[in-house]
């Protein structure tokens, strides 16, 4: 016997890998319902090999759905979530608008999986693509020394911002090389062809962007972990999928980069790419569409006691949103919690 899947969101970006990542991998799926708004309602997606038509989200949508993946903004999940949880699904929420909330887990099935099984209004949220690849790295670090500070550093594909924003970058780079007037960009305040934005997110009242807050505030909720310290500075870049972090970390105890890379070659989801002299380190371009967090350049930093250096890149739509989604359907799955 299978589930019934919900997708709220099916047509963005993380909607059609949520799709891809369902279609590859084992969870037992009876019937799907691929929801988005109006605006795409009576449109197909195929799955499985099965033609199915997007309905548009209403209070209705979730009769009999067992798992409702969201995935379609912020205010779609306020006002959907619970109504898809007292209709009795588990929601995972993307989004977030649940994250922060006290009785709400967020999850990394790698890091904290157990976290899960503890959802008493039956949400759980995934957390910000940013926040899910760095984790993923420091976990296996963090149990052997402690992480005690974090200062990051991101390099985040334009895919984070949606479907839109791929094509928003891709038509400036077609009007560049056929030497035609630049479009206006819509999505991001500047264009971003050959650019780096120092903004993601609004600015909050100290100038901290708030997908900067959410790399602090998500960590130490991770790592029930009030105590670790993230510092960050979230910069999109002209990459279309797969985001980049430089990592500069401090430990509690002594860590060696040697004993780093041994802890990082056997981590769960984690996938060790440190051959510099061959010119190999994680590339945004060889992770996407791939599931592992890539993590190279792994090296001492001699001005701490206990510092290392660490560069880790993931697919921000798959490990970054649907795939760590399915992964925590998989988990309690297998703990027959769904
Ligand atoms: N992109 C990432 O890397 C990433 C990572 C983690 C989390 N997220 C979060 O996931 C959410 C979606 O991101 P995305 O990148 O996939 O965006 P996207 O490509 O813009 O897709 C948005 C999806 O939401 C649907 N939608 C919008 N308004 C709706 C409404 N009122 N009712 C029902 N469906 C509606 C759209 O359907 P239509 O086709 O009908 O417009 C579309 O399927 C956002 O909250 C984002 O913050 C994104």
Not at 319 to 325: D, P, R, S, V, Y
Request: aromatic share 6%; glycine share 8%.
């Amino acid at each position: 016997m299978g589930y019934t899947v919900a997708i709220v969101g099916a047509t963005g970006a993380v909607g059609q890998q949520m799709l891809a990542v369902l279609e590859e991998r084992d969870l037992p799926i009876d019937r799907l319902v691929p929801l988005a708004s109006l605006r795409s309602a009576g449109q197909t997606i195929t799955f499985r090999g099965e033609e199915i038509t997007i309905t548009e989200l209403t209070e209705a949508s979730f009769e009999g759905v067992d798992v409702a993946l969201f995935s379609a903004g912020g205010s779609v999940s306020e006002t959907f979530g619970p109504v898809a949880a007292s209709a009795g699904a588990m929601v995972i929420d993307n989004t977030s608008a649940f994250r922060m909330a006290n009785d709400v887990p967020l999850v990394v099935p790698e890091v904290n999986g157990e976290a899960a099984l503890d959802a008493p209004r039956r949400i759980i949220a995934n957390p910000n693509c940013s926040t899910i690849q760095m984790v993923v790295a420091l976990a296996p670090l963090h149990r052997e020394a402690r992480v005690k500070r974090v200062v990051v550093s991101t390099y985040q594909a334009v895919a984070g911002a949606g479907a839109r924003a791929i094509k928003e970058l891709t038509e400036q780079a077609v009007a560049w090389a056929n030497g035609s007037p630049e479009p206006p960009p819509e999505i991001f305040p500047h264009p971003m062809l050959f650019e780096c934005l120092p903004q993601i997110g609004e600015f909050l009242p100290d100038g901290t962007s708030v997908e900067e807050e959410k790399m602090v505030e998500e960590t130490k909720k991770i790592f029930a972990d009030e105590t670790i310290a993230v510092t960050a500075t979230t910069v999109r870049v002209p990459v279309l999928v797969g985001h980049g972090e430089a990592l500069n970390v401090e430990f509690e105890g002594p860590l060696s980069a040697e004993r780093a890379k041994e802890l990082l070659s056997t981590a769960p989801g984690v996938e060790l790419v440190d051959e510099p002299e061959k010119n190999r380190y994680p590339l945004a371009r060889q992770a996407a569409g791939k599931d592992p967090v890539y993590v190279g350049r792994v090296r001492n930093d001699a001005t701490l006691p206990h510092g290392l250096n660490l560069w880790v890149v993931a697919d921000n739509l798959r490990k970054g949103a649907a795939l760590n989604a399915v992964q925590i359907a998989e988990f309690l799955h297998a703990r027959d919690a769904l």
